[in-house]
């Protein structure tokens, strides 16, 4: 790709979020690589990048992997501030993964400042249907209460991988294109206001 091209090239920074060994790592390995990895080893934190074509336009995904552990929560924090989206992950084998999603979403919004942010909720371990702790309706219903894209994933399947991240992107983009038009209005509305001083 030229320099030129580059230019042209919008980077969108992911952040993914859950509970340790719900398989934040697996899903982003899966998706950069085409590969599952079984073992399970806890992220600190693991930056990967990917370009992609999402709806004709081109995309570099800067996803940050971050630690679950909760002895890791002050850095995470540093992550949700620079984040543009995020992947929230639960296991759908762990009724208390899918608390910790809440808890985290609630620690973005704060860290944020924001109501409303580009996310995607995603139950994970789809494949271990015999395991399961969370009902399907109960993911559906947070994400309602979100307003955001949900899906039911599978890491070791690549069951609706692809989809996770490029729902989240085009998430991202519709969320600037809000905050644009909502600054274009404010800008018109600031400059049909006329100020006369004697």
């Known amino acids: 790709m030229s320099t030129k091209g580059a230019a042209f090239l919008k980077e969108y920074k992911i952040v993914m979020v859950g509970d340790g060994g719900v398989g934040k790592s697996a899903m982003t390995i899966q998706f950069i690589q085409s590969h599952f990895v ?28 971050t630690a679950g552990q909760e002895e890791y929560s ?14 929230l992950i639960y296991s759908i084998t762990s009724y208390h993964s899918f608390e910790q999603v809440q808890k985290l979403h609630d620690q973005i919004a704060r860290v944020k400042d924001l109501e409303h942010f580009p996310v995607v909720l995603v139950g994970n371990k789809c494949d271990l ?17 979100y307003n955001c894209l949900f899906f ?22 519709r969320s600037c294109q809000d905050g644009c038009k909502k600054q274009k209005q404010y800008d018109e509305k600031q400059a049909s206001v006329c100020c006369i001083v004697m």
């Open 74 to 87: 002050a850095m995470r924090e540093r992550f949700m501030r620079n984040g543009e989206g995020f992947v």
């Open 152 to 173: 039911e994933a599978s890491a070791k399947q690549n069951i609706k991988i692809e989809d996770t991240f490029h729902g989240l992107v085009r998430e991202i983009r």
């Open 38 to 65: 079984d073992e399970y080893d806890p992220t600190i934190e693991d930056s990967y990048r990917k370009q992609c074509l999402i709806d004709s336009e081109c995309a570099m995904l800067d996803i940050l992997d």
């Open 129 to 145: 249907e015999q395991d399961r702790q969370v009902p399907t309706s109960a993911g559906r219903e947070l994400a309602k209460q």
